[in-house]
């Protein structure tokens, strides 16, 4: 019978190809998989035995890597640079990754990265996207004084941060303006939402909270700190 076995994962964005080592470093299986969580359980369900799983950090690790711990297997998560180096081959292939990553971890040499647990996953994407839309309504306000600016049209300095001077914008009759406009209000909208929920996360957060009696850091940076830094021990060893 099939004991534990070393499971290698080289994933990409629609497709994962996977390679199953025994003990001894036998293979036992490859296969090319869809990059369905659904697919990938139901592979790792066919050895009932202790599965250890390693994967690179990827832009899609984190789907693959909750679905692989949710069949009981023990996943760690590779640094991509540093694989490489070690098992760098003349002849790349996404099976000859695959076998090279499940080597390393039946040799315990995985140079491991920091795994976040989902909900510091949760946080870090919720302060990102802040950041994100944030820039997307400045965008728009640049697009707008630029519409303004190239049809001679004089306006306030900073007429778009005042809600009720920018309506009279739309006196105006352009299209443009009334587009921007409709977009800056949805961004503006939006914005405020997340402002709410990284509120949320703040006075859920001891740390955050500590942060914040340090001269110079509010809330969101706090939040932000945390969502990037926490927990220290485990950032710090990688």
Known sequence: MLGEV???LDVHKSTTVVTVLDCEGNRV???KLSSADSEL???LNRFPGPKRVVLEA???WPHVYD???STGADVVLAHPFKVRVISEASLKSDKVDSDSSARLRLLNSVPTAYAPEPSVRDLRQLVRDRVFYLRKEQDVKNHLYAVLLRRGITYEDGILGLKRKRETLRELHLPEID???DVLVDLE???KELDMAVHQAFLASKEAQRLSTIPGIGEITAVALVAELCPIE?????
Not at 234 to 238: A, D, T
């Open 234 to 238: 485990e950032v710090s060893q990688h």
């Open 29 to 31: 299986d490859q296969a």
């Open 6 to 8: 070393f499971v290698g």
């Open 58 to 60: 990827c832009n899609v």
């Open 41 to 43: 359980i139901e592979y």
């Open 67 to 69: 679905a692989a711990r």
């Open 179 to 181: 587009r921007g406009l």
């Open 189 to 191: 909208e939006g914005c």
